[in-house]
């Protein structure tokens, strides 16, 4: 029996950026994609391996690059603050959380451990906090935007696992941050890039008039189990020319194939159930006139749902809605959720959320849930002392 992932807290401190922020941006306003999201903290954990078995080398040189690295991105050492339109990151440098823990296991006994069913609480042993029901401090709501866990395995292997609350960073924001952390601890005390993440979308998304949870994550308990399929490149490509001979009317690419696939194979196990719908999280960087670059802070992006579709559907026809459904966020629905004061590209998200909710909640229609990261760059993210990223976990709700 594969042993139960732990790891031991030893210290904790409290990173603050290496040069103070300015006065004028310590106002940093929340857009309204950042409202709709939902109330939790965006997890993820690097695996690495050393070149240099010196975990307080290593560990000191990533203190030290996140310190300058927090320099542009500041909001992360913030606190919310406010509500509806009013709501903000109030950005005063208070820091963010960073602990170092150990753990008596071997980082490939793990991931082989962990390589056909990897489980949320094993993951969770490597973040630092429970991204959906974080405990907060002193019964106040949980004060860090962002905290860090740097764990040392038994053979000198290093797991970085971050958590960002999701109420100022969606997937593409908490990569960007990852490669530019990443490149300074590379460049090993030399000047931060001079390239600072942009910060437009409140600009182009004005916060409106609605609800806003700045508790930043406390959803309540949930049953989560995860699995891991693994697609190699070569069954990858064999997919999308079956669905092209079934019958595909364009040749998929490697997310719709394999969100065309795990949705048929849903709705087989879901045995009776007639109907089922499929959403999407599209980022919306690139479908922004002009495009918006990639290290955009905030949540950029949104969730389309397709119609209903009957479980008789063959697995193109699959591939086909999920394609259509993925191209009505298109520059006119952008234009319609940009600034002005116009309402009525809120009024479309809101209904579409309640009709979903509806169907799911009253009806009982399942509604599956699917994003992507494999554009991220993630594994271009190389901090020194280590290899190259080994692996990376995380898991969505």
Avoid at 111 to 116: E, M
Avoid at 129 to 157: A, H, Q
Avoid at 289 to 314: D, F, H, K, M, T
Avoid at 333 to 355: D, F, I, N, P, T
């Amino acid at each position: 029996m594969a042993e139960v992932a732990k790891a031991e807290i030893v210290s904790q401190t409290t990173i603050k950026p290496s040069s103070p922020t300015a006065s004028h941006l310590q106002h940093s306003k929340v857009s309204l994609l950042d409202q709709l999201a939902p109330p939790f903290y965006v997890p993820i954990v690097l695996f690495y391996s050393p070149i240099d078995h010196d975990f307080t080398k290593i560990s000191d040189r990533l203190m030290a690059s996140l310190s300058q690295v927090l320099t542009l991105y500041y909001p992360f050492c913030g606190r919310l603050k406010g509500n509806k339109s009013d709501a903000y990151v109030d950005c005063k440098d208070e820091g963010v959380l960073y602990l170092e823990a150990r753990t008596s296991l071997r980082l490939s006994d793990f991931l082989q451990s962990n390589n056909h069913n990897p489980q949320p609480n094993e993951i969770k042993a490597f973040l630092p906090l429970d991204p959906y029901n974080p405990k907060p401090k002193n019964n106040e709501e949980y004060p860090f935007i962002m905290e860090v866990r740097v764990t040392e395995f038994s053979c000198g292997s290093v797991g970085i696992g971050v958590c960002i609350s999701h109420k100022v960073c969606d997937g593409a924001t908490i990569a960007s941050f990852l490669q530019a952390w990443s490149e300074n601890a590379v460049a090993d005390g030399n000047d931060v890039s001079d390239s600072p993440p942009n910060m437009d979308a409140f600009l182009l998304f004005p916060a409106r008039d609605i609800e806003m949870n700045t508790a930043s994550g406390m959803i309540g308990e949930k049953n989560l189990s995860t699995g891991r399929f693994l697609f190699t490149e070569k069954r990858l490509c064999e997919l999308r020319d079956k669905l092209v001979s079934g019958g595909c009317h364009f040749k998929p690419t490697r997310v719709e194939a394999a969100t065309a696939l795990i949705w048929k194979s849903a709705m087989k196990v879901a045995g009776g159930v007639r109907q089922s719908m499929v959403s999407h999280a599209v980022n919306i960087h690139s479908r922004m006139v002009p495009p918006l670059p990639e290290n955009s802070i905030g949540n950029l992006w949104q969730q389309v749902v397709s119609p209903l579709v009957g479980r008789e559907a063959e697995l193109q026809d699959l591939a086909e809605v999920v394609r259509k459904t993925v191209k009505r966020m298109d520059e006119e629905c952008m234009r319609k959720l940009e600034g002005g004061g116009r309402s009525e590209g809120l009024v479309e998200v809101v209904k579409s959320l309640k009709e979903v909710m509806f169907l799911v909640g009253t009806k009982g229609v399942p509604c599956y849930s699917f994003s992507s990261w494999t554009r991220f760059g993630l594994y271009e993210a190389k901090f020194q002392h280590c290899s190259e990223l080994i692996q990376f976990a995380s898991f969505d709700l």
